[in-house]
């Protein structure tokens, strides 16, 4: 079992930038996806990002303004977050994959979870 430990919201004027990470430990296998997803309250929980397996996807909503990465050393995963807007506003949670593809946004495929990030935009 896999576990993930989130840090970097917090709040910021629409415009601005922020960064997540999340830290994963436990099992960790030599292949591995992790990705973000993102619910705001009355929405269904959206991919946002996924990277691993040699392959970086992005949500719709959030390209060319977020930048996902992560560090196998550190095995810690990352969300450069920019010109962020209001409709940004939601939990952010981190998600966890072991092996196959990892070129997909659909939370069903993953394992492990984090416990949630709040990032507030306001105008």
């Known amino acids: 079992q896999v576990q993930l430990v989130e840090s970097g919201g917090g709040s910021v004027q629409a415009g601005g930038s922020l960064r997540l990470s999340c830290a994963a430990s436990?099992?960790?296998?030599?292949?591995?996806?992790m990705g973000w997803f993102r619910q705001a309250p009355g929405k269904e929980r959206e991919g946002v990002a996924v990277?691993?397996?040699?392959?970086?996807i992005y949500g719709d909503s959030v390209k060319g303004r977020f930048t996902a990465s992560r560090d196998n050393a550190k095995k810690t995963l990352y969300l450069q977050m920019n010109s962020l807007k209001p409709e940004d506003t939601a939990i952010y949670y981190c998600?966890?994959?072991?092996?196959?593809?990892?070129?997909?946004?659909?939370?069903?495929?993953?394992?492990?979870w984090g416990q949630g990030t709040q990032v507030t935009v306001s105008s």
């Open positions: 436990g099992r960790i296998v030599n292949y591995y996806c």
């Open positions: 998600a966890f994959k072991r092996g196959g593809t990892c070129h997909t946004l659909l939370e069903t495929d993953f394992s492990s």
């Open positions: 990277t691993g397996g040699g392959s970086i």
